[in-house]
């Protein structure tokens, strides 16, 4: 049968589409008719007429003889329409709605980063984790995207081939479905968003400031303290599960995960970061070190490296000490109700004629100067020029740790 003159290969808006046996034989209409050819995935073209359906049938090998649709159907019971229903072509139109044509895709990858729990040493987290937020710091410059979510389960192990130069492993930061432009505006309560043992204090409190690149740095210096209390892979896991069987009293680290209310955990880390010595005896003294003979892994360039950023972040000594530490203190430069007092009282009894004549704000009262107010440092510290010296000294002191353990990766590459 000859194909009409103005046939062509695009899917017409009317069509039919018939199940044999559940093989789908689509017969599309555009000015002819084409068949799907089980065999060779080729089409038939053919006239419009619903009647040739039968042949069409017939050319793809699925009924011998057939003059009309009807008798198609006679011959093979299992023949049905394409309508949701299922009724037969003998009760519907010849022309039922489409079934459209699907294709088969394989999509084939390689295979380039693994989980951060395969570093074999802890020169090569540092190296992982210097990569990571320095591909952090490059997204934020140049992209304008925050990624809000720093966490293990996102930086990823990257491994170099032996005949390469640079370290045998790098890092790399996925997962920004968390990420947002910090420079569009927003509602005035941030979402709160993170995985809970890093999320940092703010975050954890749902202050109404925004979130800055300080939330994914604290998130980093939380990341890089549970990996060495815990283990960086899973040998030295099983190592440190077995050293912290006997403890009578349980990791400070474990209520960043255990603690069921977000601003519980805020608390804790309040507590833990307010000065190094907490810090130092909660959670860096828990980080292991071992000798040449024991099999205990030894993390103190770990320990080294987490001592820095605590002290880049929280007392950084090129911002003013209003900037340091975790707890909330009173604020100096507001009058307490013992400094009104401290020259004498006046005659009537009250505050000494210094304060009289104070100039007030609009919504200040005699009531809010005489009640000391409570700083944050974490708000504190989001405040431009403070917060640019913190990070240029974060980046700092983690590419101080980064660029020797590169060293001592190329000189004993582990095995």
Known sequence: MDAPANSNNIYPPDCTGLSIDGISVPILVDGGVRAKRPNDMSFVPLETDASYVGDILKQCGIVENSATIDDAIAQRPGLRSANDDGHSLLSESPLPRLIEFRQQYVLVTEKICEPLNTVKTADELIVVLSDAMRAHSWVLEHCSLLHRDISSNNIMVGRNEATTDGPPVY?????????????????????????????????????????TELDDWESLLYVLCWIATFGINDKDRSIMAEMHKGNEVPLEIAEWHTSRKMVAIAVKKRLHLHDLQSFTDDIFDRFPISSEDSKIPDYRSLQSLAVDLYRAMFQYPKVDEKYHGARKRKDDGVLSKRSMYKFGSSKDGGPHPLFKNMTMGPSDSTDNLMKPKAVDPFVLRTEHSAKTKIIKGLKRKLEKHAKPAIGRLAADPPK
């Open 171 to 211: 890092g790399m930061l996925i997962d920004f479905d968390c990420a947002i432009d910090p420079n569009m505006e927003r509602v005035a309560r941030p979402e709160q968003t993170g995985t809970k043992p890093f999320m940092s204090v703010p975050n954890l409190e749902g202050h109404p400031e925004q979130r």
